[in-house]
C-alpha cells in the first residue's frame, strides 16, 4: 500500500498539521517506506515462533536475600516522641 501525495495531505488536514510543499513530499517518502517495512515484517514466516515476554529473553538478576544491616529499632525509637510496646506512636489525623 502506498500513499499518495493527496493522502498525505489528507492525513495533514486531520491531525492539524501545517505541512509546505517540501514538507509533504518528504514525509509522504517516509511515510510509504514505514509502509513498505511493515507489509516487509508481514510477510515473514513466524508459524513455529513462540511468543516473548520480552524481545531480549532478559533474566531478572536476583541478590541473595541476606541481612545486610543490623536491627537499629531501638536506637531509633528512643529519639521518637512516643513509643509504646515498640511501636511508633503518632497523632490521630482521621476522626
Same mark, same amino acid.
Given at each position: 500500500? &502506498?500513499? @499518495?501525495?493527496?493522502?498525505? %495531505?489528507?492525513?495533514?488536514? /486531520?491531525?492539524?498539521? =501545517?505541512?509546505?510543499?517540501?514538507? *509533504? %513530499?518528504?514525509? #509522504? =517518502?517516509?511515510?510509504?517506506? *514505514? /509502509?513498505?517495512?511493515?507489509?516487509?515484517? $508481514?510477510?515473514?514466516?513466524?508459524?513455529?515462533?513462540? !511468543?516473548? &515476554?520480552? !524481545?531480549?529473553?532478559?533474566? +531478572?538478576?536476583?541478590?541473595?536475600? @541476606?541481612?545486610?544491616? #543490623?536491627? $537499629?529499632?531501638? &536506637?531509633? +525509637? #528512643? *529519639? &521518637? !516522641?512516643?513509643? @509504646?510496646? =515498640?511501636?511508633?506512636?503518632?497523632?490521630?489525623? *482521621? %476522626?
Amino acid at each position: 500500500m &502506498a500513499l @499518495e501525495r493527496s493522502d498525505v %495531505e489528507k492525513i495533514a488536514h /486531520l491531525a492539524r498539521l =501545517g505541512l509546505n510543499d517540501a514538507d *509533504i %513530499e518528504r514525509t #509522504t =517518502g517516509t511515510l510509504n517506506d *514505514i /509502509l513498505g517495512l511493515i507489509d516487509r515484517m $508481514q510477510a515473514v514466516n513466524t508459524d513455529n515462533v513462540e !511468543p516473548l &515476554a520480552h !524481545p531480549l529473553e532478559a533474566v +531478572q538478576r536476583l541478590r541473595p536475600d @541476606e541481612v545486610t544491616e #543490623t536491627n $537499629q529499632r531501638d &536506637a531509633y +525509637q #528512643t *529519639i &521518637a !516522641p512516643a513509643v @509504646e510496646n =515498640g511501636l511508633f506512636l503518632v497523632p490521630k489525623v *482521621i %476522626e
